[in-house]
């Protein structure tokens, strides 16, 4: 199996910044996409950003510009920057990951950490 844990979450000022890191532990034999998604009370789960083990990045419109994504293949880790943080970006944010475990080394699997609260208010 593989286990994701996020940290970084907090409660920021609007305009504020706030990095998001993701470690991913376990049996991996291959690691793939990795990348955010973010739910806010509410609202279903959306993509905030994906990178691919090449570094090829994809972001929601919303996010454009003020977000970057990031990740460290030898350590199995995927962060995101956040900057000019708005209201609007309050959510739980949950890592995301597409591996292959040793023990199923041929079929792509998805993983999911438990999520950390961001809250943009003044």
């Known amino acids: 199996q593989v286990q994701l844990v996020e940290s970084g979450g907090g409660l920021v000022q609007p305009g504020s910044s706030l990095t998001l890191s993701c470690a991913a532990s376990?049996?991996?034999?291959?690691?793939?996409?990795m990348g955010w998604y973010r739910q806010a009370p509410g609202k279903q789960r959306d993509l905030v950003a994906t990178?691919?083990?090449?570094?090829?990045?994809n972001y929601a419109d919303s996010v454009k510009g003020r977000f970057t994504i990031s990740r460290d293949n030898a350590k199995n880790t995927v962060s995101l920057q956040m900057n000019s943080l708005k209201p609007e970006d309050t959510a739980v944010y949950y890592c995301?990951?597409?591996?292959?475990?040793?023990?199923?080394?041929?079929?792509?699997?998805?993983?999911w950490g438990q999520g950390t609260q961001v809250t943009v208010s003044s």
């Open positions: 990178i691919t083990v090449d570094s090829r990045t």
């Open positions: 376990g049996s991996i034999s291959r690691m793939c996409l």
């Open positions: 995301y990951a597409v591996a292959t475990t040793y023990a199923n080394s041929r079929t792509f699997q998805q993983y």
